[in-house]
């Protein structure tokens, strides 16, 4: 019989995981002196909640879950450089919803050995849209307004609203 930190996964879960993470793993805080370990989010349980991905040294991935309660939004911005570079990396993105205003940069890489999901990930909370203004790294500003929360955005540099 299996230990409970390594129990199976739920069937649902388990035909869609990869096979590193088929199995429940917590790493053992007595092993914390020799563990080197890298992070990368993304949409590990495809239930459109960011997933965090560790990647532990002599020992299994760990997955941490996010089983956030339902109700809240989010918007997903993916970006396409034309005059900046392709990848749009060095980009600057803001989005405003409720009063509030989340800022968050594409990068090509987060940490040693680790990258991030490219698209960029806002939670809106009860808002069901969001204002982006992006400052691509070119020097251009764009402005799109009313972005429809709950989706993918694809922007395409030059397409927007242009703010000199």
């Known amino acids: ?39 990368s989010t993304g949409l590990f349980s495809f239930c459109r909640h960011l997933d965090i ?7 299994p991935p760990t997955l941490l879950r996010n089983d956030a309660p339902p109700g809240n939004h989010w918007i997903k911005i993916r970006l396409e450089g034309t005059k900046s570079n392709r990848s ?7 989005a405003r919803c409720n009063g509030h205003v989340q800022e968050q940069m594409l990068t090509s890489q987060s940490s040693y050995l680790s ?8 939670g809106l909370g009860p808002a069901a849209s969001a204002d982006v203004e992006i400052f691509w790294p070119s020097g251009a500003r764009e402005n799109y307004k009313n972005l ?9 540099e030059g397409q927007g609203e242009s703010r000199d």
């Open 1 to 39: 019989m299996l230990p409970a930190a390594h129990a199976p996964l739920p069937m649902d879960e388990a035909a869609s995981a990869p096979y590193a993470l088929r199995r429940r793993h917590f790493s053992n805080p007595a092993n914390a002196a020799c563990l080197r370990s890298r992070g």
């Open 53 to 59: 991905l560790i990647m532990n040294r002599n020992e």
């Open 88 to 94: 749009a990396v060095g980009a600057r993105v803001l």
């Open 115 to 122: 990258v991030n999901d490219r698209h960029l990930h806002f």
């Open 148 to 156: 429809a929360a709950g989706k993918l955005h694809t922007i395409r």
